[in-house]
């Protein structure tokens, strides 16, 4: 048995037909930039997250880079964020001329920890800026408190959590604004680069709208200097048709994540949380592997699993933030996870056979 990371074919196959023909419609029409796709996803996604406001865009890393920029943040300000993520969270932060500021995080959910964000809020402080990592949420009602105890902004890195929730709130509508991927391999994922951002701040939404648009007001009138970021017309008819089936997804990505609960349950293997009032979508299904990662990991490969490190460095020791001088002994957690965690396959169309499989070898192992 070979098992993949990630199946796009088994999912496109399921979706064919209606994929072909959102993808003639708009051929047909030829409205490639904005247009009725556009539109309705807009209006859709919007829905879906309890959102007054969506707004498509260029990619996730766009997403994040106009919610920031839209909300005034650049040189001088501070933006805290978390150590342990995908460099696109970070990389925004300083593409506006702001300065990164990393935290530790919770050695349970993954999540920036509350308390350290807390102690890395200075008069600089312009947002905090949590992630949503593996699809599960933050601990946004803590990081609200503290963001309007210290009148700060709260943008949401949900680029991988299509569907989690806190107490049945959408992620994404707890902060300012919540940036969300569409990338392939995301939860939610179009045929290329995709985004959007989702706010309840109508003003925001325009600025975010105009910003995407070379700050465009009219046709050749430009209040700023802006980007070319739009969600494609073809990427959005693909959003529309696979919107309807993220539900279902989702609820297939928590069983095949009970499976390996249960499967793995009393091998040592530290499995991934979830917080009583949280609805965690499982992007990634992450363990923690105590001793000898490394010699699992290749019994796997051996075994036509794959498998992976998300991430095997923390942000702040990446060649590219060599200038900020950290240490990992300044991010104790996220430097101990990043040596232990492993990311087994997980995917709506994941079989039950495929799992059993993974978790027999991983117990002939350990
Ligand atoms: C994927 C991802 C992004 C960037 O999204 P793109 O659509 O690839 O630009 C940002 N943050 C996190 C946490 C991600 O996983």
Redesign the pocket.
């Known amino acids: 048995m070979k098992v993949p990371f990630i199946d796009l074919h088994k999912q496109h196959q399921t979706i064919k037909p209606q994929i072909d023909r959102a993808i003639n419609d708009v051929m047909a029409t030829c409205d490639f930039i904005g247009g009725r796709a556009v539109y309705d996803f807009e209006k859709a996604f919007a829905k879906y997250c309890g959102a007054s406001n969506c707004i498509g865009v260029g990619?996730?890393?766009d997403a994040?880079y106009l919610s920031l920029r839209a909300l005034g943040i650049g040189p001088g300000d501070e933006v805290i964020t978390a150590a342990n993520?995908?460099i696109?969270?970070s990389e925004t932060i300083t593409h506006t001329g702001a300065n990164v500021v990393f935290v530790d995080c919770d050695p349970n959910t993954f999540a920036m920890d509350v308390e350290t964000t807390k102690m890395a809020l200075t008069d600089k402080t312009k947002a905090i800026l949590p992630?949503h990592?593996f699809g599960h949420p933050a601990d946004m009602p803590a990081l609200k408190s503290l963001a309007d105890a210290h009148g700060v902004y709260l943008l949401e890195?949900a680029?991988?959590a299509h569907g989690a929730q806190i107490h049945g709130k959408s992620v994404g509508t707890f902060g300012h604004a919540g940036c969300f991927?569409f990338?392939p391999g995301?939860i939610l994922g179009a045929c290329g680069?995709a985004?959007a951002i989702i706010t309840n701040d109508d003003k925001l939404a325009s600025t975010i709208r105009m910003i995407a648009n070379h700050g465009r007001t009219s046709k050749y009138d430009h209040a700023v200097e802006g980007v070319n970021s739009r969600l494609d017309s073809l990427q959005a008819a693909v959003l529309n048709v696979k919107l309807k089936h993220l539900d279902a997804w989702v609820e297939k990505r928590r069983n095949v994540a009970r499976l390996y609960d249960t499967q793995l349950n009393g091998t040592g293997l530290t499995l991934p949380a979830e917080s009583p009032s949280a609805r965690h979508v499982y992007h990634l299904y992450v363990i923690r592997v105590p001793h000898e990662r490394e010699r699992l990991q290749a019994k796997l490969t051996e075994k036509d699993i794959a498998s992976g490190i998300h991430y095997p460095t923390p942000l702040p020791i990446l060649h590219a933030y060599r200038y900020l001088g950290h240490r990992s002994e300044d991010f104790p957690v996220a430097t101990r996870l990043s040596k232990q965690i492993l990311s087994l396959p997980i995917y709506p169309e994941l079989t039950e056979e495929m799992v059993r499989y993974v978790c027999d070898t991983i117990k002939s192992v350990i």
Do not use: E, I, P, R
């Open positions: 990619s996730g890393t994040l993520s995908f696109a969270t992630v990592l890195d680029a991988q991927s990338y995301k680069d985004g």
